[in-house]
Nanobody
């Protein structure tokens, strides 16, 4: 059964950086369209970024120029490199693919 496991969250000061990872079990990762979403307290889950099976990225306007999405098919892993983090980036970050969701990883931006 396909499983997605996120890691890399934590607490960081404004302007700092984090890199999130999403490891996908099984041997189907290279064929999957993958995405990152986030949910801030009291808000609906929102799209952050996606990446096609061949590596074509797409990012939400709010994170363009600050976040980078990438994938390593050999490691069945998707990444979200987050730079110049802002208070509004505080949220639980989820990866999704093939209709499945990970458990989420908390990102907190605080001084």
């Amino acid at each position: 059964q396909l499983q997605l496991v996120e890691s890399g969250g934590g607490m960081v000061q404004p302007g700092g950086s984090l890199r999130l990872s999403c490891v996908v079990s099984g041997n189907v990762f290279s064929r999957l369209y993958m995405a990152w979403y986030r949910q801030a307290p009291g808000k609906q889950r929102e799209f952050v970024a996606n990446i096609s099976a061949n590596g074509s990225p797409n990012l939400a306007e709010s994170v363009k120029g600050r976040f980078t999405i990438s994938r390593d098919n050999a490691k069945s892993t998707m990444y979200l490199e987050m730079n110049r983090l802002e208070y509004d980036d505080t949220a639980i970050y989820y990866c999704t693919g093939a209709g499945k969701w990970g458990q989420g990883t908390q990102v907190t931006v605080s001084s």
